[in-house]
Protein backbone atom coordinates (compact mmCIF):
# COMPACT_ATOMS: atom_id res chain seq x y z
CA UNK A 1 0.00 0.00 0.00
CA UNK A 2 2.98 2.45 0.32
CA UNK A 3 4.69 1.63 -2.63
CA UNK A 4 1.69 3.63 -5.00
CA UNK A 5 1.92 6.47 -2.52
CA UNK A 6 5.38 6.74 -2.88
CA UNK A 7 4.98 6.70 -6.94
CA UNK A 8 2.35 9.26 -6.69
CA UNK A 9 4.62 11.88 -4.60
CA UNK A 10 8.05 10.76 -6.93
CA UNK A 11 6.04 10.69 -10.35
CA UNK A 12 5.98 14.57 -10.33
CA UNK A 13 9.37 15.20 -9.15
CA UNK A 14 10.28 12.76 -11.80
CA UNK A 15 8.40 14.01 -14.66
CA UNK A 16 9.79 18.22 -13.50
CA UNK A 17 13.77 16.61 -13.50
CA UNK A 18 12.93 15.14 -16.81
CA UNK A 19 11.30 18.34 -18.33
CA UNK A 20 14.41 20.10 -16.87
CA UNK A 21 17.34 17.47 -18.57
CA UNK A 22 15.36 17.57 -21.94
CA UNK A 23 14.86 20.83 -22.16
CA UNK A 24 18.44 21.89 -21.31
CA UNK A 25 19.60 19.45 -23.89
CA UNK A 26 17.39 20.02 -27.31
CA UNK A 27 15.42 23.51 -26.06
CA UNK A 28 12.02 24.84 -24.97
CA UNK A 29 10.35 24.63 -28.00
CA UNK A 30 11.72 20.81 -29.37
CA UNK A 31 10.67 19.77 -25.45
CA UNK A 32 6.70 21.31 -25.80
CA UNK A 33 6.76 19.63 -30.03
CA UNK A 34 8.21 15.96 -28.07
CA UNK A 35 5.33 16.67 -25.31
CA UNK A 36 2.27 17.46 -28.03
CA UNK A 37 3.66 14.45 -30.16
CA UNK A 38 3.84 11.70 -27.53
CA UNK A 39 0.36 12.94 -26.73
CA UNK A 40 -1.10 12.70 -30.37
CA UNK A 41 0.76 9.15 -30.20
CA UNK A 42 -0.81 8.22 -27.59
CA UNK A 43 -4.07 8.83 -29.04
CA UNK A 44 -3.37 6.87 -32.14
CA UNK A 45 -1.86 3.90 -30.13
CA UNK A 46 -4.75 3.27 -27.77
CA UNK A 47 -7.09 3.51 -31.32
CA UNK A 48 -5.50 0.81 -32.88
CA UNK A 49 -4.22 -1.64 -30.35
CA UNK A 50 -7.90 -0.71 -28.45
CA UNK A 51 -9.66 -2.19 -31.40
CA UNK A 52 -7.76 -5.33 -31.41
CA UNK A 53 -8.21 -6.11 -27.88
CA UNK A 54 -11.73 -5.17 -28.15
CA UNK A 55 -11.82 -8.39 -31.30
CA UNK A 56 -9.90 -10.72 -28.92
CA UNK A 57 -11.92 -9.82 -25.96
CA UNK A 58 -15.22 -10.62 -28.43
CA UNK A 59 -13.24 -14.16 -29.72
CA UNK A 60 -12.71 -15.41 -26.19
CA UNK A 61 -16.28 -14.44 -24.86
CA UNK A 62 -17.82 -16.38 -27.85
CA UNK A 63 -15.15 -19.20 -27.44
CA UNK A 64 -16.46 -19.13 -23.34
CA UNK A 65 -12.21 -19.08 -22.39
CA UNK A 66 -11.79 -16.70 -19.41
CA UNK A 67 -11.13 -13.16 -20.65
CA UNK A 68 -8.80 -12.48 -17.59
CA UNK A 69 -6.15 -12.10 -19.37
CA UNK A 70 -7.71 -9.70 -22.21
CA UNK A 71 -8.99 -7.24 -19.32
CA UNK A 72 -6.03 -7.08 -17.84
CA UNK A 73 -4.36 -6.26 -21.64
CA UNK A 74 -6.96 -3.63 -21.93
CA UNK A 75 -6.61 -1.81 -18.75
CA UNK A 76 -2.90 -1.72 -18.90
CA UNK A 77 -3.24 -0.20 -22.29
CA UNK A 78 -5.64 2.38 -21.40
CA UNK A 79 -2.97 3.40 -18.49
CA UNK A 80 -0.20 3.36 -21.15
CA UNK A 81 -2.44 5.67 -23.71
CA UNK A 82 -3.48 8.05 -20.51
CA UNK A 83 0.49 8.17 -19.51
CA UNK A 84 1.35 8.68 -23.07
CA UNK A 85 -1.26 12.01 -23.05
CA UNK A 86 -0.41 13.60 -19.75
CA UNK A 87 2.80 15.64 -20.20
CA UNK A 88 6.21 13.86 -18.94
CA UNK A 89 9.06 12.32 -20.03
CA UNK A 90 9.01 9.12 -17.69
CA UNK A 91 5.21 8.40 -18.22
CA UNK A 92 5.68 8.41 -21.57
CA UNK A 93 8.62 5.85 -20.98
CA UNK A 94 6.60 3.81 -18.79
CA UNK A 95 3.55 3.95 -21.32
CA UNK A 96 5.39 3.06 -24.41
CA UNK A 97 6.65 -0.03 -22.55
CA UNK A 98 3.19 -1.17 -21.72
CA UNK A 99 1.78 -0.92 -25.39
CA UNK A 100 4.68 -3.59 -25.85
CA UNK A 101 2.91 -7.26 -25.44
CA UNK A 102 5.90 -9.04 -23.78
CA UNK A 103 5.68 -6.20 -21.07
CA UNK A 104 1.89 -6.35 -20.63
CA UNK A 105 1.98 -10.57 -20.45
CA UNK A 106 5.10 -9.70 -17.78
CA UNK A 107 2.20 -7.68 -15.99
CA UNK A 108 -0.13 -9.93 -16.37
CA UNK A 109 2.05 -12.98 -14.51
CA UNK A 110 2.57 -10.50 -12.03
CA UNK A 111 -1.40 -9.73 -11.13
CA UNK A 112 -2.92 -13.07 -12.20
CA UNK A 113 -2.14 -14.67 -8.82
CA UNK A 114 -4.24 -11.77 -6.94
CA UNK A 115 -7.16 -11.69 -9.14
CA UNK A 116 -9.96 -13.68 -8.22
CA UNK A 117 -12.78 -14.15 -10.83
CA UNK A 118 -16.23 -15.83 -10.32
CA UNK A 119 -18.39 -16.18 -13.27
CA UNK A 120 -21.93 -17.87 -13.22
CA UNK A 121 -21.14 -18.89 -17.35
CA UNK A 122 -19.74 -22.17 -18.50
CA UNK A 123 -19.19 -23.93 -21.91
CA UNK A 124 -22.64 -25.22 -21.45
CA UNK A 125 -24.76 -21.80 -20.45
CA UNK A 126 -25.46 -19.89 -17.23
CA UNK A 127 -25.32 -22.60 -14.09
CA UNK A 128 -26.01 -21.27 -10.79
CA UNK A 129 -23.76 -21.07 -8.34
CA UNK A 130 -23.65 -21.64 -4.56
CA UNK A 131 -22.29 -18.92 -1.73
CA UNK A 132 -19.59 -19.96 0.17
CA UNK A 133 -20.10 -16.65 2.13
CA UNK A 134 -21.69 -18.20 5.65
CA UNK A 135 -23.68 -14.75 6.22
CA UNK A 136 -25.77 -15.35 2.47
CA UNK A 137 -28.34 -17.58 2.15
CA UNK A 138 -29.28 -19.33 -1.18
CA UNK A 139 -32.69 -19.67 -1.63
CA UNK A 140 -34.13 -21.62 -4.97
CA UNK A 141 -36.96 -20.24 -6.65
CA UNK A 142 -39.83 -21.86 -4.60
CA UNK A 143 -38.64 -20.54 -1.65
CA UNK A 144 -38.65 -17.30 -2.06
CA UNK A 145 -41.80 -14.83 -2.94
CA UNK A 146 -42.02 -11.29 -3.07
CA UNK A 147 -45.58 -9.66 -1.60
CA UNK A 148 -46.45 -5.87 -0.81
CA UNK A 149 -45.94 -4.86 2.47
CA UNK A 150 -49.04 -3.21 3.74
CA UNK A 151 -46.36 -1.42 6.28
CA UNK A 152 -43.62 -0.56 4.24
CA UNK A 153 -42.91 2.98 3.96
CA UNK A 154 -41.88 3.13 0.34
CA UNK A 155 -45.68 2.21 -0.25
CA UNK A 156 -48.23 4.43 -2.22
CA UNK A 157 -51.04 5.51 0.36
CA UNK A 158 -53.84 6.72 -2.67
CA UNK A 159 -53.18 2.93 -3.59
CA UNK A 160 -55.54 0.22 -1.98
CA UNK A 161 -54.78 -3.53 -1.74
CA UNK A 162 -57.71 -4.71 -3.01
Known amino acids: MRL ?3 LILIAPLLEIASFIIVGRAIGVLATLGLV ?4 IIGL ?3 RFQG ?3 LRRLQTEAQRGVDPGQELVHAALLVVAAFLLIVPG ?3 DIVGLLLFIPFVRNMAWRLIKPRI ?3 SGFSHG ?3 PRRSVDPDVVDLDDNEFRREPNPNSPWRDPRISDS
Do not use: D, E, N, R
Not at 36 to 39: C, E, F, H, P, Y
Open 125 to 127: GFQ
Open 4 to 6: PLV
Open 116 to 118: VAQ
Open 44 to 46: ALL
Open 36 to 39: VLSA
Open 89 to 91: FFG
Open 51 to 53: AGI
